[in-house]
């Protein structure tokens, strides 16, 4: 079967089927134990708030619910982040029907993300980023349809995604102050506010209210941490660090995209192109992909903060549809050979990657015994204790692996202090880790 306007959606669906159950295996089969931060967010999950000491809450909603539906079954969380990325592929690949008449070039566009590590050989680890990444896509989207077509509903949905997408990770707010950027610079291009744009603001305000309280009454946790993650502290006084860390962080950019610059070649071959800042497509397309590293680049700058490689997760989402979109004219779609090549070889060498390390690699958390404590940890509880295990205290690792390993289904309750001690009917420590019963 050839690659054509008729057959592309047999091929789109098959390759995210393929996609979601190759990375919901790899894992299942190669790790011993979840890895960290889905751990952390299932601990988070099983003593649900509107934040937590780390992040907003939404991440732990998510493992939560899988959590309600098939228990501690690893491969469940697994799947779970397969499906966070094959809907966002979902999403660009539909949303690449507003820039293309011909579906190939949206095909392109989501298999050619293959090419970015981000979007296969970090996905097992459901976290906070993962949980981003419908909800960008989903923004990207709706922001779009709603400043094209200017419908309720669009607006609507626009505030309602970003607001999701915001109580899954702060830094969803890049993304949300460039779709405002380019609101601005569309207001000024015509002269006239869209008041329908107040319907996406009203919308997000609501939705993120709870958040906003839990974050004031707990002393802003959750923002003091990223700051500290961040290095923004006494780190960042010395001058160096303003220059530094933000050459750092573009040169891993550069190094994260080789694999995607590789096969955009192959698929273009002349990279002379011209802007045309009167397509509104075009523009947008800028706004939405690299306003927000510029942005996130300057903050490095100005705060001497350290960037961490894996916040920038779902900022390239897109750069398949951009270059593109842009390129399209110097693409042959009767060849593709070198292109399909190229694609092949990433999609089959990050598993290969994956399982070698994983297989290989020892004192990984993955290789954390975490059934085999709960286990030991549930034995010594039943020989004095009746009653069931109902609370575990410890750090999120270490305890959250606790948490989610006992049948009980204890609730983590934070770190081990002598008034949580206090407020339980009976409790045993061992090591580092505390679990009773109140």
Not at 352 to 359: A, F, L, M, N
């Amino acid at each position: 079967m050839s690659l054509n306007k008729n057959t592309v959606d047999k091929f789109f669906y098959f390759f995210i089927t393929i996609h979601l159950i190759l990375w919901t295996l790899v894992p299942s089969l190669t790790n011993n134990n979840l890895p960290l931060d889905t751990i952390e967010a299932l601990a988070w999950g099983g003593n649900l708030d509107w934040g937590f000491n780390k992040h907003p809450p939404a991440s732990a909603f998510f493992t939560e619910l899988f959590f309600k539906m098939f228990a501690n079954k690893d491969w469940a969380y697994y799947l779970l982040s397969q499906i966070f990325v094959v809907i966002s592929f979902f999403i660009i690949f539909r949303f690449s029907q507003e820039f293309y008449k011909n579906k190939i070039y949206g095909f392109l566009s989501v298999l050619i993300l293959e090419g970015i590590y981000f979007y296969n050989y970090t996905t097992p680890e459901f976290n906070v980023y993962i949980s981003e990444l419908p909800f960008w896509t989903l923004t990207v989207y709706f922001s779009y349809r709603a400043f094209s077509k200017d419908q309720f509903k669009d607006w609507f949905l626009l505030g309602f995604f970003a607001a999701i997408g915001i109580l899954s990770h702060y830094l969803f707010s890049y993304l949300l102050l460039s779709i405002t950027l380019f609101f601005i610079y569309e207001f000024f291009k015509n002269k006239k506010f869209n008041f329908k744009s107040l319907i996406a603001l009203e919308v997000f305000i609501i939705m993120i209210i709870p958040h906003l309280i839990w974050l004031v009454e707990n002393d802003y946790i959750t923002i003091t941490y990223g700051l500290h993650r961040a290095g923004s502290g006494a780190n960042s006084k010395e001058l160096v660090d303003h220059v530094i860390y933000p050459i750092i962080f573009l040169l891993k950019q550069i190094g994260i995209l080789i694999p995607f610059w590789i096969m955009l070649y192959l698929l273009v071959q002349k990279f002379k192109f011209k802007l045309n800042f009167k397509d509104k497509k075009l523009i947008y397309l800028i706004f939405v992909n690299f306003v927000p590293i510029i942005l996130i680049a300057i903050t490095s700058l100005l705060t001497g903060a350290k960037i961490k490689t894996m916040w920038l997760t779902p900022f390239y989402l897109h750069f398949g549809l951009f270059f593109i979109y842009l390129y399209q004219e110097k693409i042959n779609l009767k060849k593709l050979k070198g292109f399909t090549i190229s694609f092949l070889f990433f999609f089959i060498l990050s598993p290969i990657i994956y399982s070698t390390v994983s297989i290989s690699q020892k004192d990984k958390r993955t290789d954390y015994p975490g059934k085999q404590i709960a286990n030991k940890i549930q034995y010594a509880w039943d020989q004095e204790i009746e009653d069931k295990i109902n609370v575990v205290l410890g750090d999120e690792w270490h305890a959250g692996n606790l948490s989610y390993h006992l049948k009980s289904r204890p609730a983590w309750e934070g770190f081990i202090t002598k008034n949580k001690l206090n407020s339980l009917n009976k409790f045993i420590c061992i090591d580092n880790i505390c679990v009773g019963n109140r």
